[in-house]
């Protein structure tokens, strides 16, 4: 789909006028700076969307909905659960703009699932399914969902041509309706070639700044993955680049050299701060992004995350609301570790648990006190056998310890495979 250049930077412009006057900061820490309708205290639901696994119940990618207030008699049971019909390698979700709704993708069908979760979050109902990406963009692989106000951001992970990495970033209204579409980069900026991959997306409103990062194309991510690290062509077809683009005009401006596939991105939300975070899944490294001081950014190792020659494969990361701590899953060791972002040049491993033979996702509370971790990282990559758990657990965190409160185990509900969360809550939405 074409667009005047004109157009679509009048649109974007128009919405970064909008939330420069209003952004505010969503209860989960990993949200959009422009989601809007906060939890401020207690969530009530974690929506977890949901892998169909061959064999288990009706095989179909879902939402689950569970009860998460401890005041419910239904507390930490599932207590909803909705089918879209056949597995589509459902991944990552993202509220719109106004949190009325979730946008659901999967990454191997590349349909977009909406969800209205504002009418009843109890019940969310299936109300819309964009099966025509691919054949709209060129892309395949809708991976990050990321609110604009009225739009919604969605950074595929590979093509329709060869399905590998090269990609780019979609931008839909909030009905659903594709506006525009950028490929990544792939030329030289700065002394940097892109490699035109791509995986999370994170803005900065205040510095107009647009944060990118790599990963892998279809024909890897649904690869069984020990034939995969097998195969030496497959794992040299990784993302090693991160990008900064200018927001208002959706143009790539410089090009950092981040190997070892750094996956999500996090800006510090503390008003003071000025940076971000990512790790990267292959090299087991937390990287820095900050001002380089000649009005540019710079991109720095700062951080091992615990043994990289054991290959932990960190997979997630879950930023305090202050910007002080940082939590990071590795999927193949089952630990949960964090990290003290006091000093963010020289972060600090103070506590590790194993939480499972497998975890993947994690997402906090906005006061921090509540961690909640699922397991599956891909229907090909997860684990064989007994150590292929796949639950939705719920931790309190003291600051200086996780405890254990409850554990929905999706294999014995008969559901899937649990991967992205999100919260919602019942009338207490401003």
């Not at 969503?26 to 906060?38: G, H, I, K, Q, V």
């Not at 969310?124 to 990406?133: E, G, H, N, R, Y």
């Not at 054949?135 to 739009?151: E, I, S």
């Not at 950014?297 to 990361?317: R, Y």
Request: glycine share 10%; with cysteine.
């Amino acid at each position: 789909m074409r667009q005047h250049p004109n157009l679509r930077k009048s649109a974007v412009a128009a919405a970064l006028a909008l939330a420069f006057c209003g952004a505010v900061l969503a209860d989960e820490t990993c949200n959009s700076p422009y989601t809007t309708r906060l939890i401020k205290g207690q969530e009530d639901f974690v929506h977890v969307w949901t892998l169909g696994a061959e064999g288990v119940g009706d095989g179909s990618d879902k939402l689950v909905t569970v009860d998460a207030n401890p005041k419910s008699k239904s507390y930490g049971k599932v207590v909803h659960t909705l089918s879209v019909g056949g597995r589509g390698e459902a991944h990552h979700m993202g509220f719109t703009d106004d949190r009325k709704h979730l946008w659901a993708g999967g990454l191997d069908n590349s349909k977009i699932h909406v969800f209205d979760v504002g009418s009843n979050p109890a019940k969310p109902k299936l109300v819309k399914t964009i099966d025509d990406l691919a054949k709209k963009t060129g892309f395949v692989g809708p991976h990050t969902f990321y609110a604009m106000p009225g739009r919604m951001m969605v950074q595929a992970l590979s093509n329709s041509k060869d399905h590998g990495g090269a990609t780019g970033i979609a931008i839909y209204n909030n009905k659903g309706e594709l506006v525009a579409k950028h490929a990544m980069p792939t030329g030289e900026i700065g002394g940097v070639k892109g490699d035109g991959y791509g995986y999370d997306l994170a803005i900065n409103p205040r510095k107009n700044v647009l944060l990118t990062s790599s990963f892998t194309g279809w024909n890897n991510y649904m690869m069984d993955m020990g034939k995969m690290v097998k195969d030496g062509e497959a794992m040299k077809r990784f993302g090693a680049t991160m990008a900064v683009w200018d927001l208002k005009a959706m143009k790539p401006k410089q090009i950092f050299s981040v190997p070892g596939s750094p996956l999500e991105i996090r800006w510090s939300l503390n008003p003071k701060d000025n940076w971000a975070v990512t790790a990267t899944a292959l090299t087991s490294k937390n990287w820095l992004i900050k001002p380089d001081g000649k009005g540019g950014w710079m991109a720095k190792d700062v951080a091992t995350i615990g043994d990289p020659s054991k290959i932990p494969l960190p997979v997630d990361i879950s930023i305090a609301a202050n910007g002080k701590g940082l939590w990071v899953n590795t999927f193949m060791d089952g630990m949960t570790r964090y990290f003290d972002l006091s000093n963010p040049e020289a972060p600090k491993e103070i506590y590790t648990k194993k939480t499972g033979k497998q975890v993947n996702m994690i997402s906090q509370s906005w006061d921090g006190k509540r961690v909640y971790i699922t397991s599956s990282l891909l229907a090909n990559w997860d684990k064989k056998g007994e150590d292929n758990e796949q639950f939705l657990a719920l931790y309190h965190w003291n600051g200086k310890e996780l405890q254990e409160q409850w554990r929905v185990d999706f294999n014995k509900e008969k559901l899937g495979r649990a991967h992205h969360m999100k919260f919602s809550a019942k009338g207490k939405q401003t």
